[in-house]
């Protein structure tokens, strides 16, 4: 990968002009040529070629020691190969000579190593190395069996994942439509269970007793994925493990009674149930590059949850003072308005901040009635309650799930809880009902939705590859260049189509 870096020396300052994989040949203690890959800096100004165990060992493992009492290095290689390099007595460095490969062997060894960038720091840099190796490829041993011996490359697999996916095409404990079953769990969020019936035709009940058939939302690959065993999800299992309190029965929820509006709500509006949360890690703003004070990100925020069309909205604040709270609930009413064309005229919260002097007085000024629940009565603001509990689930089980796959370039930091909360309201917007086939969403703004905006969905945290800037705008770039960047996949904005999504720069942090 080209670049220009600035190396300051001693006397004078040299530039590196590149970052790449290069191939050394060692001699072991038995005489066996063996083949090492290494990150290396490329100066023209050097007539030597370093090569550093550290990072070597760091990368695949193994260790190196000074013998002999420090008159020779035994690097020992995670195969069980090992290679002493002696300590030159004129500089007490240790160094080799005859390093060099040729180009018959380049040829030979070469197609079997995998770029080492995918697995430091600069994996950022790696556009051209395959990714799809695994760690046993990086070191080879010629001539001999090598080859014959590596295992087939996994496409869903990179290396800057901790391993490869359940739902891997080398996974043979399950089918094939369990596999695409769990690919739409973790890109949705939602119950396999659910999942599978929007797989499906659905039958529903008009008013009047007729009866209406909805074709199926999701569009499957293989047709035994509706009605296949659902597979377990590891991080549904992390995330949403909870205590079972003793002598507790199950309850199953009423089709009849799916359609109910409470309190006396009638329209979309009339009766938004409203709560804070806290978080004691703080979340990055969605403007910036994430590297704001701890005492400018979001500590927590408020949920709004309409009772006439179940609809939730996030908002995350700073400070969860009236001030702000009042600000964020002007923002939820006007985004309800522009979804679907309503205003809100009653407010159910707990006491707090919403009986704050503030809050009332905005409620006042624009005619909107106010209920709280009794002290210690959480169970009197069910709705609200019940929107937080389902929401940091959801949220939780996506950062859960990046962590698992992704533990490098910041993907798995948790001050990204801002943008999975954003996203899991998304998502539970666009949940069409088991018993209506309706979404929240749809029922706010009385029309039906074609769903493309589910069919969109992504796995939250995921990488995504945004085209070059350049290329964007229509100018051209060096043929040799790269024409896309790796980032990561943090939802979708409020402002604009699903056709845009939120992508995290690895290099910058910045969100756009």
Known sequence: VECQIPLSGVTHTNVCLGIGTTLHKFIDENGTPI???????????????????????????????????GRNILMSLPRGHHINIPVRADNNLPALDDTYC??????????????????????????????????????IKLPGDAADNMPTGDPQHYFNFAGPSVASEVNQNLSRAQKELLMWHLRTGYSMYHLQQLMKPQTFKNEDGSKRILPPIIKVKYSETPTCEPPICESCQLARAKRRPIGVTKSKSDPDASTIVDDGAVGVGDFVSTDQFTSSTPGRLETG???????????GGTIYNDAASGVIYVENQVSLNASETVLGKKRFEAWLYEQANAEVTHYHSDNGIFNADEYRRDCELKGQGQSFSGVGAKHQNARAERAIQTIMYMARTFMIHTALHWSSEGASNLNLWSFAVQYAAWLHNRRPNKYTGLSPLELASQNKSDHRDLLRSRV?????????????????????????????????????????PLVRNLRTGFVS
């Open 35 to 69: 083949f090492l890959s290494c990150v290396s800096y490329h100066l023209p100004q050097t007539d030597v070629r370093l090569f550093s165990p550290q990072t070597f060992h760091q990368l695949n493992g193994g260790e190196s020691r000074l013998c002999n009492e």
């Open 460 to 500: 939250w945290g995921c990488p995504v590859f945004v085209l070059d800037a350049s290329l964007q705008d229509g100018h051209k770039i060096p043929k040799w260049k790269r024409r896309a960047r790796l980032g990561q996949f943090v939802g979708f904005s409020r402002e604009h189509s699903t056709l845009v």
């Open 102 to 139: 040729t180009p018959e062997e380049i040829a030979e060894a070469g197609p079997h190593m995998r770029s080492n960038l995918a697995a430091s720091s600069l994996s950022k840099l790696d556009f051209f190395g395959d990714l799809r190796t695994l760690r046993d490829y990086r070191l």
């Open 289 to 299: 590059y994430g590297k704001e004070a701890v005492s400018n990100r979001y500590h």
